[in-house]
């Protein structure tokens, strides 16, 4: 039976001669029936609707805009001609509507559009029943869930690698420890020590994850209180300052601090906001390119405080820069780097739990820059401690 052409069999839906869908010809009054066409083909999801024997009726803008195809070529086609979906012939939503006397069936699925490229798609499927139980019609209404399923992916396996990690720190501390035991008479001190060092920075990379992975948990689930005291960023971004530029001269970069004006003292969480500016400085040297520059600097405004980390980095691919502060993403150009691309997540976190945000704006190759914006007053809906 052809696809898409509109030539293939045509049901008595919207668009048909003979016939009325869902939401066709259901009330006499003209304005109502347009208000609610209007509200179908406005609403950000694609929805179908289909006749008592699946053929669709109506095929909103956003229906097209997912399948590939026009009203006009979908309009009295079997539901599952056009959307050829996953379960369609295993088990159609909609004829289980029908069988199990359900009014709503949700699930996760796919389509295929027109290119034949299969979407995973969350869909809605809903039965209208007359009085005596049969299928006047139903409803479809489905989202493009790829990006979803693509981060579920990429949460499943940097959870793999944070497990392999955590094994590996571990195996490591475990197999100098049994050395330091066997051999603890016929070792020397200098090779005690150096063993006792290995072991220190594999604990430190351990409690660096769990901690990670902690801290973020609290934060989504406003476990995690502030302790807002009063703060001066000055002092707080001069011993980070201090701290990195050692860091940055090792890696053949320049890191420098823009902080002509004094900024006021706010209201804060000194150690959170510390982790929020080593996080930021940690991806800029991460990503800059040697020889590069990392600038921090600052400014004010009548009721908030600005602080820009800047780098002359890889940059964000234009792709990734809406998924940036999205947790366990990790965009292009990172997959070989260290973490779990719970950071920025985190920053974003600890951010707005001060009742600020942040921005960032960059070009792949050309760096980025992070723009942490914080109110100078402790945010009037944080309870007090």
């Known amino acids: 039976m052809p696809r898409g052409d509109g030539t293939g069999p045509r049901g008595q839906g919207a668009g048909s001669d003979g016939g009325k869908g869902p939401g066709d010809g259901m009330d006499n009054n003209g ?68 069988k199990k006397r359900q009014t709503v069936v949700r699930l996760d699925t796919t389509i295929t559009d027109r290119s034949e490229k299969t979407i995973p798609v969350r869909m809605n499927t809903a039965g209208l029943f007359n009085d005596e139980g049969r299928l006047l019609g139903g409803l479809e209404a489905f989202q493009d869930i790829s990006h979803l399923k693509a981060l579920e992916r990429e949460k499943a396996n940097l959870i793999s690698m944070f497990a392999h990690d955590i094994k590996s720190s571990l195996t490591i501390i475990g197999g100098f420890v049994l050395r330091l035991i066997k051999k603890r008479t016929s070792l020397d001190e200098h090779k005690q020590m150096e063993y006792l060092d290995i072991m220190k920075n594999e604990t430190g990379k351990l409690s660096f994850l769990v901690n990670d992975f902690l801290e973020f948990s609290r934060l989504q689930t406003g476990r995690l209180k502030l302790e807002f005291s009063a703060t001066s960023l000055d002092k707080e971004l001069m011993e980070l ?27 804060a969480d000194a150690n959170r906001l510390r982790r929020v500016f080593t996080n930021l400085l940690d991806n800029a040297l991460k990503f800059s390119k040697n020889e590069g520059a990392i600038t921090i600097s600052t400014h004010e405004t009548d009721k908030e405080v600005v602080v820009h980390v800047k780098d002359e980095g890889v940059g964000i691919d234009s792709k990734d820069l809406p998924h940036i502060f999205e947790s366990f993403n990790r965009g292009k150009g990172a997959e070989k780097k260290e973490g779990f ?35 100078k007053e402790r945010p009037a809906q944080e309870p007090a401690e």
């Open 341 to 375: 691309g719970l950071g920025l997540a985190t920053v974003k976190a600890i951010v707005e739990a001060h009742g600020g945000r942040i921005l960032v704006e960059s070009k792949l190759g050309k760096g980025s820059v992070f723009k942490v914006i914080l109110p």
């Open 31 to 98: 304005d109502d029936l347009n208000f609610y066409r209007f509200v179908i083909n406005s609403l950000p999801i694609a929805i179908v609707t289909v006749n008592s024997e699946f053929k669709i009726t109506r095929f909103n803008p956003w229906a097209e805009q997912l399948t590939g195809y026009s009203e006009k070529e979908a309009l009295g086609h079997y539901c599952g001609e056009i959307l050829q979906g996953g379960m369609c012939k295993i088990n159609c939503p909609l004829r289980g509507v029908l």
């Open 241 to 267: 300052f201090d701290v990195y530029q050692v860091k940055a001269k090792q890696a053949g970069i320049n890191l420098e601090l823009e902080n002509e004006e004094e900024l006021p003292i706010i209201e």
